[in-house]
Nanobody, 115 residues
Framework: QVPLVESGGGSVQAGGSLILSCVLSEYCRRKYGLTWYRQAPGKVREFVSSINSDDTISYTDSVKGRFTISQDNAKNALYLQMDSLKPEDTARYTC?????????WGQGIQVTVSS
């Protein structure tokens, strides 16, 4: 069983929206960080957004104003609302939960934005 599962990816036209979800099925006593990354074909993985241990939120410049990260502690879930999508947002998106003594990585989910 994969402990961290993403969902919500798919194909959308430019200007459209998608919501990515990431759910952890194992116990995480305290979340030091919740992060979304992405990797486009032929490129290195890049940081997209995070909820930090002090509950501050960070975004990479290219998604500011378009993407919104959020969490649901009761569901052990992390979300990424993606609006005004652009073709350059096409990538495989992966989430990460930083927990005491262990980091959990999702398997990744594809987002494809067509022009």
């Amino acid at each position: 069983q994969v402990p961290l599962v993403e969902s919500g990816g798919g194909s959308v036209q430019a200007g459209g929206s998608l919501i990515l979800s990431c759910v952890l099925s194992e116990y995480c006593r305290r979340k030091y960080g919740l992060t979304w990354y992405r990797q486009a074909p032929g490129k290195v993985r890049e940081f997209v957004s995070s909820i930090n241990s002090d509950d501050t939120i960070s975004y990479t410049d290219s998604v500011k104003g378009r993407f919104t990260i959020s969490q649901d502690n009761a569901k052990n879930a992390l979300y990424l609302q993606m609006d005004s999508l652009k073709p350059e947002d096409t990538a495989r998106y992966t989430c990460k939960f930083q927990c005491p003594g262990k980091n959990y990585w999702g398997q990744g989910i594809q987002v494809t934005v067509s022009s």
